[in-house]
C-alpha cells in the first residue's frame, strides 16, 4: 500500500470522526510541516505556533478534502496560507535560509563527508554562498521564493508544487527557472562562472 493510500484511509476513518486517524496524519507530517514554515517563518516558537494553527485549519476543513491531491500536497498548501496570513497580519515578509541542522546532516548519513569538507576556507565560503542565496530569495516575488523553497528545500515534485501554488505546471516551472536565475546571477561573481553555466 502507497502513502497516499495509508494517508487516504487515514483521512477516510478521520472524516468518520476517529480523532486517533487525524493525530497519526499530525505525527506523520508535523516535522516536514514546521520545517516547510521555517523557510518563511524564522522563530521557532511562531513556527510551532503557525504549525498548530494550519492542522487545526485542515481538521475543520477536513470534511472538504475530496482526495483530489495527496493529503500533504492539501496539507501544504493549508500551511503556506497560513504562514503567508501570518506574516501579513505581523506586516513582515517571509524570508527564507538553506542552512541545514545537524539532524538533516545525520539523516543524509553524510557526517564524516561533511566533517571532511568543514575546514575554515569551506566553512566561510559555505557562509559566504547561504548569505547570497538567503539574501537574494528574500528580494524574489513571493510566487517565485514559495516556488524555489517548495523545490528545493522540500523536495517537492512539479505536479505537487503546481497543487500546492494552485497554478499550472508551466507556471512552476517558469517561476523555478527565474529563481534559479536571479540565484546563479548572484553567486556567479563569488563563484567565478561565466554567463554560459548557471553555478
Known amino acids: 500500500m502507497s502513502d497516499r493510500e495509508i494517508d487516504q484511509q487515514l483521512v477516510e476513518r478521520a472524516q468518520r470522526g476517529d480523532k486517533h486517524a487525524f493525530e497519526l496524519l499530525v505525527a506523520k507530517y508535523q516535522r516536514k510541516l514546521i520545517r516547510l514554515l521555517s523557510r518563511f517563518i524564522r522563530d521557532a516558537t511562531e513556527v510551532e505556533d503557525v504549525a498548530q494553527e494550519a492542522f487545526i485549519k485542515a481538521y475543520r476543513a477536513l470534511p472538504n478534502f475530496r482526495g483530489d491531491s495527496a493529503f500533504y500536497t492539501w496539507l501544504y498548501r493549508i500551511g503556506i496560507n497560513t504562514a503567508k496570513n501570518y506574516l501579513v497580519a505581523m506586516g513582515r515578509r517571509a524570508p527564507t535560509s538553506t542552512a541545514m541542522d545537524?539532524?538533516?546532516a545525520e539523516d543524509l548519513g553524510e557526517t564524516e563527508l561533511l566533517q571532511d569538507l568543514n575546514t575554515p576556507e569551506n566553512e566561510m565560503m559555505s557562509r559566504q554562498v547561504a548569505d547570497t542565496v538567503n539574501q537574494t530569495l528574500d528580494k524574489l516575488?513571493?510566487?517565485?521564493?514559495?516556488?524555489?523553497?517548495?523545490?528545493?528545500?522540500?523536495g517537492l515534485s512539479y505536479e505537487e508544487i503546481a497543487a500546492v501554488m494552485n497554478c499550472p505546471i508551466g507556471t512552476v516551472r517558469s517561476r523555478i527557472f527565474r529563481a534559479r536565475e536571479a540565484i546563479a546571477e548572484q553567486l556567479r561573481p563569488m563563484l567565478g562562472t561565466g554567463k554560459d553555466r548557471r553555478w
Do not use: K, N, V, Y
Open 141 to 154: 516575488p513571493e510566487d517565485l521564493r514559495t516556488a524555489i523553497s517548495l523545490r528545493e528545500m522540500e
Open 102 to 104: 545537524a539532524e538533516e
